[in-house]
């Protein structure tokens, strides 16, 4: 049984810095790209950033670059988003996944879903 478990979520002020983690069990960890999307209040899910297999590659949305930044342990099995900067507009549930697949940011690529951690920045 394949299980994604987002952690590191909470209450941050903006302007701060916050990392999520993703601990994935049930699967070839190494044989899967993993993403992060996220869901704001009201709005549809969106592709945040993604990360290759061996950890070579990323790729990521427009908003995010420059304050997001994925890594990965294949050792540990896990994933994390390091986000600096934080902002007001960044509210929202960040899920982790995964996909048997190059890089993608599109949610139809991905086999897997975490239940989400739910981040929350004051202003």
């Known amino acids: 049984q394949v299980q994604l478990v987002e952690s590191g979520g909470g209450l941050v002020q903006a302007g701060g810095s916050l990392r999520l983690s993703c601990t994935a069990s049930g699967l070839t960890f190494k044989w899967y790209t993993m993403g992060w999307f996220r869901q704001a209040p009201g709005k549809e899910r969106e592709f945040v950033t993604a990360i290759s297999q061996s950890g070579d590659v990323t790729i990521g949305a427009d908003s995010v670059k420059g304050r997001f930044t994925i890594s990965r342990d294949n050792v540990k099995n896990t994933v994390s988003l390091q986000i600096n900067s934080l902002k007001v507009e960044d509210t929202a549930v960040y899920y982790c996944?995964?996909?048997?697949?190059?890089?993608?940011?599109?949610?139809?690529?991905?086999?897997?879903w975490g239940q989400g951690t739910q981040l929350t920045v004051s202003s």
């Open positions: 996944a995964a996909a048997l697949r190059p890089p993608a940011g599109t949610i139809r690529d991905y086999d897997y």
